[in-house]
């Protein structure tokens, strides 16, 4: 009689059940949030938020066949094995940042996508410690959900920093895509992504004005509901990049149009461990350039 070979079974997801900071439909109105000193009689912001509970699956514990299918096209965001070619892996020198690494992730996302060209705008280092003030260069991680831009706000990406080029190459299909990587392993505040696919676009993702002393723009606030799916990559480490798509001007049925996220504490974490330290870079992506 022949043998039988064992056929493995499917890994068991593995979650961690952490809040998560959304819009609260209390508010009636559409939220905004003031950069710079609102007009006088005007709050400051008046979005009003709720915490829920939800199921954060570690990515780690989902099979490969699984993982392949979360991608910035289908679900808004993609995991990418990427080793920093940067002597410097503190990311403590801005001239060094805004040189060698903005051209290695240029280089990583054309890799990706097949862009034609990539044009990185900004970046966000995020290595407060408890105690700490922020700064310009130095933030908290983000503890609430959004989107970082709006189709509108996306769209006014291109002219805010192309100019004579900007009308041309928005004719052409356009992302903006963020370049997420831990500068240490990651333990405390850990980065969660929204799966575009489980969320309600109509009525879970709101727009919210922002204002800036020389600017307005738009983000999307985001609303819970028991249909989303989210997920975070436990320990990840500096050579774990996650894609996150901001923007996309080419809607087509199936395609993720952004990626709902925030960071968010998880309580299997001691509350002593490291904070988060981590770099996002903010890439415009064209296709027809």
């Known amino acids: 009689m022949p043998s039988l ?5 499917p890994p068991q997801h593995q979650s961690v059940a952490a809040e998560l900071i959304f819009l609260s439909p209390l508010l009636k109105e559409k939220p905004f949030h003031y950069r710079a000193p609102p007009p006088a009689g005007k709050p400051v912001s008046n979005v009003v938020t709720e915490s829920q509970v939800v199921n954060i699956t570690d990515l780690r514990t989902l099979s490969e066949g699984e993982r392949k299918g979360l991608t910035i096209d289908s679900a808004g965001f993609q995991i990418v094995e990427h080793k920093s070619s940067m002597a410097e892996k503190d990311f403590l020198d801005e001239a060094v ?5 903005y051209k290695e992730c240029a280089e990583l996302l054309q890799s990706i996508t097949g862009a034609g060209r990539i044009f990185i705008y900004d970046h966000t280092v995020r290595r ?3 105690g700490e003030a922020e700064s310009a260069g130095n933030r908290r991680p983000g503890l609430g959900v959004h989107g970082d831009q709006t189709p509108k706000a996306g769209a006014a990406q291109v002219y805010l920093h192309l100019g004579e080029e900007a009308e041309r190459l928005s004719k052409g299909r356009v992302q903006i895509i963020n370049v997420w990587r831990p ?6 505040t850990p980065l969660s992504y929204g799966d575009y696919r489980t969320f309600d676009a109509n009525k879970d993702l709101v727009g919210c004005d922002l204002f ?5 723009g738009e983000i999307y606030n985001v609303k ?3 249909a989303q799916k989210w997920y975070y990559m436990k320990d990840q480490t500096p050579e774990e990049t996650v894609l996150l798509k901001c923007y ?3 809607e087509k049925p199936g395609r993720a149009l952004m990626t709902p996220h925030s960071a968010f504490i998880d309580p299997t974490v001691p509350a002593d461990a490291p904070a988060r330290e981590s770099i996002e ?5 064209f296709y027809d350039n």
């Open 248 to 250: 996309e001007s080419e």
């Open 212 to 216: 800036y002393p020389d600017r307005d």
């Open 224 to 226: 819970h509901n028991a």
């Open 128 to 130: 407060v410690k408890p």
């Open 183 to 188: 500068i240490k392993p990651v333990v405390a």
């Open 281 to 285: 870079v903010r890439a415009l992506v």
């Open 97 to 101: 940042i805004r040189d060698a690494y």
């Open 5 to 9: 070979t064992a056929v493995p079974e």
